[in-house]
Nanobody, 114 residues
Framework: QVQLAESGGGSVQPGGSLTLSCAVS????????MGWYRQAPGKQREWVAQ???????NYADSVKGRFTISRDSAKNTVYLQMNSLKPEDTAVYYC????????WGQGTQVTVSS
């Protein structure tokens, strides 16, 4: 059974940085496309970024140039480095496969506010 455990969220001021982690058990992250998604209050969950089997990456236009997705195969963990955070980045962040294929984890809250 695949399990996803997100961590690393918190509260930061605009312009700040955070790094999210997604520990994966029951599957090997380097063998699948993995992604980060987010859900802001009152909005639908949206795709944010993904890292493919080839290690190529893709980003939503709203985060391009500010967020970086990466993975550590030895730790079977996917990361999302978030820089220059904006209030509109406030959301619960989740990781999952791309396309989503397993149950969502608990997510990690990111709040950007002055």
């Amino acid at each position: 059974q695949v399990q996803l455990a997100e961590s690393g969220g918190g509260s930061v001021q605009p312009g700040g940085s955070l790094t999210l982690s997604c520990a994966v058990s029951g599957s090997i992250v380097s063998l699948s496309a993995m992604g980060w998604y987010r859900q802001a209050p009152g909005k639908q969950r949206e795709w944010v970024a993904q890292i493919n089997r080839s290690s190529s990456t893709n980003y939503a236009d709203s985060v391009k140039g500010r967020f970086t997705i990466s993975r550590d195969s030895a730790k079977n963990t996917v990361y999302l480095q978030m820089n220059s955070l904006k209030p509109e980045d406030t959301a619960v962040y989740y990781c999952n496969f791309v396309p989503r294929s397993v149950s969502w984890g608990q997510g990690t809250q990111v709040t950007v506010s002055s």
